[in-house]
């Protein structure tokens, strides 16, 4: 079975650049997750999707940050413009109730 | 205070030896309880859920006492292998929180 797929895994960009991060969920699973990880940080959750709606979005650091789900079996994260203080990674996850499942994740530089 | 707090470590222990963490929560809404790992550079993975009633899974044993608010995870016996970061996470309605794990490191 495959789990939940991202991509790039790895993404460097210059500051000022729009970013786009892709995630495919695992199929059946309806809730979706976007969070970002750093070592200051941890783990943060950004966006949570259920059924393809955005549920909270608390978690989104600000307007330059924004997430879709046009279906079941995608999603996007985009940020624009990048700035350095971006750079983490970033992980989608799945769930079909409560316990997550996590993609490889996209290693985010911005210089 | 954080919603969701760990011990970072890290923990250093012999192969074989026991080690226990413990993870407090601080809402008590919260209605479901997980331990992930997470190895370095890779992404967490679903180790176990915790149940009320503890739960038991090889050699690893997950404990939640809602009185206190904090959640266990026991490890018998540990590998090499076990060496990892360790994440509890708790989650309510619409709410989903991670602590920022604890590291284990076990020695030869």
């Known amino acids: 079975d495959a789990g939940v797929i991202q991509s790039p895994r790895h993404e460097v960009t210059e500051m000022g650049q729009e970013v786009t991060l892709r995630c495919k969920p695992i199929?059946?699973?309806?809730?979706l997750f976007w969070y970002r990880q750093t070592m200051m940080r941890g783990l943060e959750l950004l966006i949570y999707?259920?059924?393809?709606?955005?549920?909270?979005d608390s978690g989104m650091p600000e307007d330059r940050f924004s997430a879709k789900m046009p279906n079941a079996s995608f999603s996007t994260l985009k940020i624009q413009p990048s700035e350095p203080r971006d750079s983490a990674v970033y992980f989608c996850a799945s769930s079909p109730s409560y316990e997550q499942y996590f993609g490889p994740g996209t290693r985010l530089t911005v210089t | 205070r954080k919603e969701v707090e760990q011990d970072p470590g890290p923990f250093n222990v012999p192969e074989g030896a026991t080690v226990a963490f413990n993870c407090t929560y601080s809402?008590?809404?919260?209605?479901?309880f997980f331990w992930y790992r997470q190895d370095c550079r890779k992404e967490p993975k679903l180790l176990m859920s915790v149940y009320s009633s503890g739960n038991e899974d090889g050699r690893f044993t997950a404990q939640l006492n809602r009185a206190s608010q904090y959640i266990s995870l026991l490890i018998r016996d540990s590998k090499l292998s076990d060496s990892a970061t360790y994440l509890c996470?708790?989650?309510?309605?619409?709410?989903?929180?991670f602590g920022t794990g604890t590291r284990l490191k076990v020695l030869a």
């Open positions: 996470s708790t989650s309510g309605t619409y709410k989903y929180i």
């Open positions: 199929s059946g699973h309806n809730s």
């Open positions: 999707f259920n059924n393809n709606v955005p549920i909270d």
């Open positions: 809402n008590s809404a919260s209605q479901s």
